[in-house]
């Protein structure tokens, strides 16, 4: 008996050591990492954080778990799926605003406080995007980055050689530029798949609501079945008749492609665009490539963000918190940021220096710290959930028929069951 008790307390005594080493040492196993970020253009950011900070951390095994799909199409549902089933990655990406809380939040993610006041983040990211992720006083992420929605790429020596310049208003493109291109067989205009048309469908209604009509469909001041949101649509279906047929079969890549091997004349798409030129076809800003905002946007920011954070039951959650600490720190986001074709999100980033952030970074930068901002809807900042998921089957259905009364009708019914009974 005395045996067994002596035997219990070095028992007790041998688990209690080992815990203290495994709390001290550094940390060890496997870290998951869940993203949509695969390849053309996509993966590399991811690949060189990951390199980096497996140099940093050379016990840990890094599993890259991202699933293939432009905006997280294909991701977000895989990873709703494990979260329901209890099973999360250690870390994944979520963009910052209505998606991080109203679809993670609370109810799936731990709060991150002490993460931002152990390395001093609360004065090193900005206070507009720390807001994006705070709820309750509880901030959910971890800032990756910062993008741009409304950017519109073109190639400049080829615009002339086609003899168009770049359109200043949305009736222009219409009624000169598209036809002009059209009978010379370019594609005005390229999309892709579902998103990529949210994502034209955004510039477009920001073009013609302006800052605060756009901005008013987000808080229920601009009504989705008022006359200026059948003219987004009416705009919106014009261009649409200036884009490419194939466009439902293409992510973003092959959409954005087709201006780099002038096939067509203009794609809007957010800054990973950038990413895409510079690193995968090394094609170079201000020649190669140029960039303008979409009509009508000039001196307004769609912004979005990525981020990643830590799922409450996260298996390897001190492996988590050692990614999340390296994903915020300047160094980690001057690696990843000139690759992504973003801005860093923390501030004390080296974004003056033009050898890491060339000319189209230096220009995004300036803008994002002196335009308005609003929050883009094909990237989750606003809307995100069902709101978002009935609208892209609504820009599907107005694809096929082109019926802007009754877009505008289904969207404002939308709203209703959706964003405005959260109100
Ligand atoms: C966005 C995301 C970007 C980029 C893009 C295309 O939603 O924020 O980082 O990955 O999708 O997939």
Redesign the pocket.
Known sequence: MKFLRLFGVMLLLVLSVTSVTAQDAEPSGDLELFS??TGGG?AAGLEALIERFTELYPDVNVVNSAVAG???VNARAVLASRLDAGEPPDSFQA?AGSAMINIYGAARMEPLNFLYEENGWMEQFPEGLLDLITDDGNIYSVPANI?RSNVMWYVPGNLEEWGVTVPETWEEFISETCPALQEAGIVPLSVGQSWTQVHLWESVALGVLGVEGYNGLWDGSTAWDSPEVVEVFDTYGQILDCTNDDRDAID?QPASQMVAEGTAAFNIM?D?AAGYFLTDLELEPGTDFAWTTPPGTEGVFIM?S?TFGLPIGAPHRENAIAWLTFLGSAEAQDIFNPI?G?LPANTTADIENTELYNAYFQDAYEDWTTNEIVGSLA?ETVGAGEFLNGFSELIAQFAADHDSETATLFAAELYEDTLGAED
């Open positions: 949509w970020w996509e432009g905006s997280g963009h993008h973003w957010g990973w979005l990525d992504k973003s990237h």
